[in-house]
């Protein structure tokens, strides 16, 4: 299937997304994140496919206005946006080099998604990404934002966000 004069495919507009970033997280594309998940292309419409890593999470919304607006930019005709719920997004999605990412950006990279099934948050140990020191408490179940939470080392004594699991 092609779109628009400019021959456009599923593959070429996956590679004009993978600028896109994470409002929250600038160093990681929302391809990396796992958030992106297809592009429906047909004569007279783009339709691409996001999961939102966080319910209610404001990030999304501006997600889907940086989509949309990147694809007007490159006469893509009549870009939209569908927000796909199931499967749902976990952080399982983000490859190991994604989680590193954000250790090196000082975001505690998160568990394996099944943790918070059954664990309570206070019994969760996380590693400081400045020291990897595991010697952390947590200071508030809500960081910079609602994915995150607050945590602080007692060992460099930094605090740092944590992407959560779920
Ligand atoms: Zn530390």
Request: proline letters at 6%; a negative charge; aromatic letters at 8%.
């Amino acid at each position: 299937m092609v779109n628009s004069k400019i021959k456009y495919t599923e593959s070429s507009i996956i590679d004009l997304l993978s600028e896109i970033c994470d409002p929250e997280i600038p160093v990681v594309t929302i391809q990396e994140m796992g958030i992106l998940r297809g592009v429906n292309i047909s004569e007279d419409f783009c339709e691409v496919i996001i999961t939102p890593t966080y319910s209610g999470c404001p990030a999304m919304g501006i997600i889907e206005q940086d989509i949309i607006s990147l694809l007007q930019k490159h006469d893509v005709q009549n870009p939209k946006v569908k927000l796909v719920y199931s499967p749902a997004w976990t952080t399982d999605m983000m490859s190991d080099a994604t989680k590193e990412k954000l250790r090196n950006f000082g975001i505690a990279a998160p568990l394996h998604s099944s943790c918070m099934n059954w664990m309570k948050p206070s019994d969760i140990t996380v590693t400081c990404p400045r020291c990897a020191s595991k010697n952390t408490r947590l200071i508030s179940q809500f960081g910079s934002t609602a994915c995150k939470s607050f945590y602080s080392c007692n060992d460099c004594k930094e605090p740092f966000d944590y992407f959560k699991c779920h």
